[in-house]
């Protein structure tokens, strides 16, 4: 049996202003001294360079697009500002979404709402600022032309679109109208040239998991079903392909195809554990034999941000098919967009050895301020700690809790020493997902505070860190 017991690494691709921020610990302290722990720091000017990346994809195509950030991926305020400020539109999911969409003053043609589940009020909101609403089934279809009706309007409506054909298999999802159905669904519920209180101005989709082929199969289909449309009399305006982008968080494939190599090893009980109780993430021995998958996120990963979209757009000759249509591509960019922009830092305020000797690194914040659907978030964090002569140790981070399983990160870390009470750990990378979308305030905690750093600079300052609220 090989025992090779040091913890495998796993090193995120990390920008300037985070080690600026990290290597400043007395401008943390002040932070954490205003606003408590944890915090979420937002970087606004790599939220701009997302957006400039995805767009030249299409413009050096010369494809017609619009670009929706997809806020649900995230809370701040400040980010929905930001994508009013760089002229791109704002996905919502909620009433409360597209109420602050609007009071931030993002311009409603420039909306659009995609809520899985579609309430009497945002329907009405939406209807009565005329935001573009992406219908998902009969009875909203049914809901949302009363409401219209009501209001004496005419509202513009798109159709979510599933169950495309890939290879010989359908693709199933619980959203959407059938590929098959929804040509029939369009006509009867709108009439050519505006006729009725709902009226057709474009297709959407949005796939589950990551692939680029699934997505140009997907478009294609749309392509040919806007064909069948524009002989009944509806002109398409747009297809919207929706998100999903693969990001890359981590700098070293090697590390990453090692860490797997040495996770199922320790599932196996052929190395010491590296995650919390032996954790395998999705992978388990039934029988006595390895089982399962990596249920994360395919943190590392070659086929991110502008090449997906590279990708997607040279799927077969659809960027040729898609010049001399007049339809506009659009997407619905969460995660991607916020590649870089988000920080979390937390405050150390215990350390101590459990029953099995290992060190527990209590932190001030809990589960669900690092939480996504991955089973766990697998970064090496960065930290800000008071310099010590002393030897490296391997700790879990817990937090606030009640629970055994609030274990902050299921892996188990090598630090250069046991970190200090006060000492600070940060987590890289968070802003898609991780700090929000699963936040509770169970034990009555406060929601984690999000501050904003609106300009790039060299040194930031107290004053540099806008707080949302
Ligand atoms: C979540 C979602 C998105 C954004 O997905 P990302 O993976 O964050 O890019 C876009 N559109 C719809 C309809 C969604 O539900």
């Given amino acids: ?10 090193s995120p691709l990390q920008s300037d202003w985070m080690l600026q ?3 400043n610990k007395g401008l943390i302290d ?75 003053g993002v311009n409603p043609k420039r909306l659009v709402v995609t809520a899985a589940i579609k309430s009497k009020k945002l329907l ?21 032309s009363s409401i219209a009706k009501k209001l004496n309007k005419q509202t513009p409506v798109g159709f979510r679109v599933s169950g495309f054909l890939v290879g010989s298999k359908k693709l199933y999802s619980r959203f959407g109208f059938d590929i098959d159905k929804v040509e029939f669904i369009i006509s009867s519920n709108c009439k050519p040239k505006n006729k009725t209180h709902l009226n057709y101005t474009g297709l959407h989709f949005h796939l589950n998991a990551y692939s680029t082929q699934e997505r140009g199969a997907a478009l294609c289909q749309c392509l040919l079903l806007s064909e069948e449309l524009k002989a009944k009399g509806f002109h398409t305006e747009f297809i919207d392909i929706g998100g999903g982008v693969l990001m890359n968080y981590l ?42 998958d990596l249920a994360t ?55 101590k050895k459990d029953m099995y000797g290992r060190w527990l690194v209590g932190l001030e914040m809990n589960m669900s301020q690092l939480q996504s659907s991955s089973a766990d978030f697998l970064l090496d964090p960065i930290y800000a700690f008071e310099i010590a002569e002393e030897d490296p140790v391997d700790a ?22 046991l970190p200090k009470v006060n000492d600070v750990i940060g987590f890289v990378n968070t802003a898609g997902y991780m700090m929000h979308f699963f936040e509770t305030q169970a034990h009555l ?25």
């Fill in 251 to 292: 700098s070293d494939k090697t590390e990453w195809i090692n860490f797997k190599e040495e996770l199922k090893k320790a599932v196996k009980g052929e190395r010491e554990e590296l995650t919390f109780n032996n954790d395998g993430l999705g992978y388990q021995m039934i029988e006595n034999k390895l089982e399962g």
């Fill in 396 to 417: 879990y981070f817990t937090g606030a809790y009640c629970l055994e399983r609030d274990i902050v990160l299921k892996r188990k870390i090598t630090l250069p020493h």
């Fill in 297 to 351: 996120y395919p943190f590392y990963n070659e086929n991110n941000s502008a090449i997906f979209i590279e990708k997607i757009l040279n799927y077969q000759n659809l960027s040729e098919l898609l010049q001399d249509k007049a339809i506009e591509i659009r997407m619905e960019l969460g995660r991607s967009l916020l590649d870089q922009v988000g920080l979390t830092l937390a405050r150390v305020v215990f350390r």
């Fill in 445 to 469: 905690f406060e929601l984690s505070v999000n501050l904003s750093l609106e300009e790039k600079k060299e040194h930031y300052e107290f004053k540099d860190f806008k707080n949302e609220e």
């Fill in 30 to 104: 002040k932070l954490f001294e205003t606003y408590g722990s944890p915090i979420n720091i937002h970087h606004l000017p790599n939220f701009d360079k997302n957006v400039s990346l995805f767009q030249e994809v299409f413009k050096r195509h010369h494809i017609p697009f619009k670009l929706f950030y997809a806020r649900k991926a995230n809370k701040s305020k400040s980010l929905v500002k930001r994508a009013e400020q760089n002229g791109i539109g704002v996905d919502t999911a909620s009433f409360r979404e597209l109420q602050q969409a609007l009071e931030a």
């Fill in 1 to 10: 049996m090989k025992t090779n017991n040091s913890l495998p690494k796993l």
């Fill in 124 to 144: 009405k909101l939406a209807v009565e600022n005329e935001v573009l609403v992406i219908l998902d089934n009969q009875d909203e279809c049914d809901l949302l």
């Fill in 21 to 23: 921020l990290i290597g």
